[in-house]
C-alpha cells in the first residue's frame, strides 16, 4: 500500500481483557517496528521484525506482550488481560532495509492504535 | 544509539525560520542524523537526514557542525501547521537498529 496502515485507529478495553492490534506495513518494507506512546512522551521502542524473524523484542514491557509477523508482511500486536498502564498509542513503523542494509534507513510510521483500558 | 538533548519547547512567528538545534556530543562515525516530527494524533514523519554534510530538501534543511556534535534543523518560512513535537535521533546506518525517541521540543508557531 502507500502507507502504513493500523487498526483499530481506537480501542476501548476492560480490564483483563485480550486485545489485538494490526499493522500492514508498506508493501516489500523488510523491517517492521513496534513503539508504544503514553500520553505526552515520546514513542518507546517495544519490538523489531525483519521480514517474519522476530530480532528484537527488549522493549516489550511484560509476557502480556506478544507480537508476530508470521509471512513476514502484515504484523499483530496483542495485549493479553490489559492492565490500566497499558493504555497508551501502539505505533508501527516500517522500513525497506534489514539488519545488513548499510547507509541511512527511514521509518515511515502509521498512525497509530489509541488503546484505552478501563 | 547515542544520545540527543533537545530544547523542550520553542516558539515561532509565522512566517519566519524556525531553527531547533539539537546537541549528539557523543554521536560516533556511522551514525546519522535523523529529525521526525509528530503533528497531534499522528504518526511521527520523517522530515530529513544527513552523516556528515547539510542538507536540504523540500520540507527543511539540516546544518551538522563540522565535529558533528550538534545540529540545527531550519524551517525557512515557518506555518502554523508546523506546530509539532520534532525528534533529533542519531543512530548506526544499517536498517536493524531500532530508533531511539526522546522527549522532542515542542515547536509552537504563532500567528
Known amino acids: 500500500g502507500a502507507g502504513v496502515s493500523q487498526s483499530p485507529r481506537y480501542k476501548v478495553a476492560k480490564r483483563g481483557q485480550d486485545v489485538a492490534l494490526r499493522c500492514d506495513p508498506i508493501?516489500?518494507?523488510?523491517?517492521l517496528f513496534w513503539y508504544q506512546q503514553a500520553l505526552g512522551q515520546g514513542p518507546e521502542f517495544l519490538t523489531y521484525f525483519q521480514n517474519e524473524a522476530q530480532l528484537d523484542k527488549s522493549g516489550l514491557p511484560s509476557d502480556r506482550f506478544f507480537a508476530e509477523r508470521p509471512e513476514g508482511s502484515v504484523s499483530t500486536l496483542k495485549i493479553q488481560r490489559t492492565q490500566q498502564e497499558d493504555s497508551a498509542v501502539y505505533l508501527c513503523?516500517?522500513?525497506?532495509?534489514?539488519?545488513?542494509?548499510?547507509?541511512?534507513?527511514?521509518?515511515?510510521f502509521g498512525a497509530g492504535s489509541r488503546l484505552t483500558v478501563l | 544509539d547515542a544520545k540527543t538533548t533537545q530544547p523542550t519547547s520553542m516558539d515561532c512567528a509565522e512566517g519566519r525560520a524556525a531553527n531547533l538545534p539539537c546537541n549528539h556530543s557523543t554521536i560516533s562515525g556511522n551514525e546519522y542524523v535523523y529529525w521526525y516530527r509528530q503533528i497531534h494524533s499522528q504518526g511521527p514523519q520523517y522530515i530529513i537526514h544527513g552523516l556528515k554534510n547539510n542538507e536540504t530538501n523540500e520540507m527543511a534543511s539540516l546544518i551538522i557542525t563540522e565535529d558533528r556534535k550538534s545540529s540545527t534543523l531550519i524551517l525557512p518560512h515557518a506555518t502554523l501547521r508546523d506546530t509539532a513535537v520534532y525528534y533529533c535521533i542519531v543512530r548506526v546506518g544499517t536498517g536493524g537498529f531500532k530508533t531511539i525517541f526522546g522527549a522532542g521540543t515542542r515547536l509552537f508557531v504563532k500567528a
Open positions: 513503523a516500517s522500513s525497506l532495509g534489514g539488519f545488513h542494509t548499510s547507509g541511512a534507513n527511514v521509518l515511515t
Open positions: 508493501s516489500g518494507h523488510v523491517s
